[in-house]
């Protein structure tokens, strides 16, 4: 009878060793927190499809971004759900929104909380989509105007950084023009540059109140089955000056978020969209998985490459680091 000389298992007899060998490791840092905000006063409606999720008012915004930095979780990302909504979204650049009032707020309160903002019409538009219509279909150079419009007004109210969710060409150079006309050349743009048409975002436009009164995204957002255009998404936001580049979802495209690690030398952004947070929240309240699945998912995002998670669940896994 022969013995293996070479025994994997000598490295895995208890948790110490197992430390000392870990190769992957999920750190605060690497956390980004979402939330969404609402105009009315004293709100926190939990997101039925979301449980541990709010829609907040924005004094309630201000106490869960104080909460987070306690914890040490160095940025959150803010959704804003306006009162009014329109044709061309006007509440997405206006210096009073909903929006550039949180910023405001957040920075009045909180000492080192970066506050990244989400650049994209769809939550503003009476019609839910991610850009200006014309002629039945989101008009591609006349959205750029109005995205370059909210990124700046976002960086007026002070704004830490902005990421453009909308995935119109060009919106990258948009922005940074704009910005950089303004003087607002120190503000990152972190960029949803690899974005999939997906249907993990569901649970989110509930939230978000951004579901496309028609169609769909697909002729702006990517093909599922696509892997060398999320390479030339990468590449043309990259040319175009975004700092960060994000790849969404995380969990069904960790091959993508790998590809893009590989192949470019910027931190990698990657999103653990709203579908991905619910799924896990629902199979732990039947008692199906164990919330050791939470710890699990987010370690092979990091594992895959991404160096921040934008995630819902930073609080409860901050809180266990
Ligand atoms: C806005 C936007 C979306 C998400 C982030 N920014 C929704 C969409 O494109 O429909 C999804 C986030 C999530 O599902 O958690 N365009």
Redesign the pocket.
């Known amino acids: 009878m022969s013995f293996p000389t070479i025994r994997g298992r000598r490295l895995r007899r208890n948790e110490t060793i197992r430390r000392m060998i870990r190769e992957t490791n999920l750190s605060v840092d690497d956390l980004i927190y979402?939330l969404f905000v609402v105009e009315e006063e004293n709100v926190k409606n939990e997101v039925p499809s979301m449980p541990g999720v709010f829609q907040m008012s924005i004094d309630n915004i201000v106490k869960e971004c104080i909460e987070a930095e306690k914890l040490g979780i160095p940025g959150v990302i803010l959704?804003g759900i306006p009162e009014h909504k329109d044709e061309l979204g006007s509440e997405a650049y206006n210096d009073e929104g909903i929006i550039q009032r949180t910023i405001k707020a957040i920075k009045e309160n909180t000492k080192t909380l970066q506050v990244i903002t989400?650049v994209?019409m769809?939550?503003y538009t009476s019609h839910g989509h991610?850009g200006i219509i014309k002629d039945g279909d989101v008009d591609n150079d006349e959205t750029l105007k109005y995205l370059a419009l909210e990124a700046l007004s976002h960086a007026k109210a002070g704004a830490d950084m902005v990421a453009p969710?909308?995935?119109m060409d060009g919106r990258v150079a948009a922005i940074r023009d704009i910005l950089d006309e303004n003087g607002f050349y120190n503000i990152p743009i972190m960029s949803?540059a690899v974005?999939y048409a997906?249907a993990?975002?569901?649970?989110?436009?509930d939230?978000?109140e951004?579901?496309?009164a028609f169609g769909d995204?697909r002729t702006y957002?990517m093909d599922p089955p696509n892997r060398l255009e999320a390479l030339r998404e990468a590449e043309l936001d990259l040319m175009e000056g975004a700092d960060i580049i994000m790849v969404?979802?995380a969990l069904p495209y960790l091959d993508i978020i790998r590809e893009i690690k590989d192949n470019f030398n910027v931190p990698v952004a990657a999103?653990?969209?709203?579908?991905?947070?619910s799924m896990l929240k629902a199979a732990i309240e039947k008692g199906w998985l164990d919330e050791k699945v939470i710890y699990e998912s987010l370690i092979s995002i990091k594992r895959a490459g991404a160096d921040l998670i934008?995630t819902?669940f930073a609080k409860e896994i901050a809180m266990r680091l």
Do not use: I
């Open positions: 979402p959704f989400d994209c769809c939550e991610c969710s909308d995935m949803y974005k997906s993990f975002y569901g649970p989110f436009r939230a978000a951004s579901t496309p995204r957002q969404k979802p999103y653990n969209v709203s579908g991905e947070y934008l819902y």
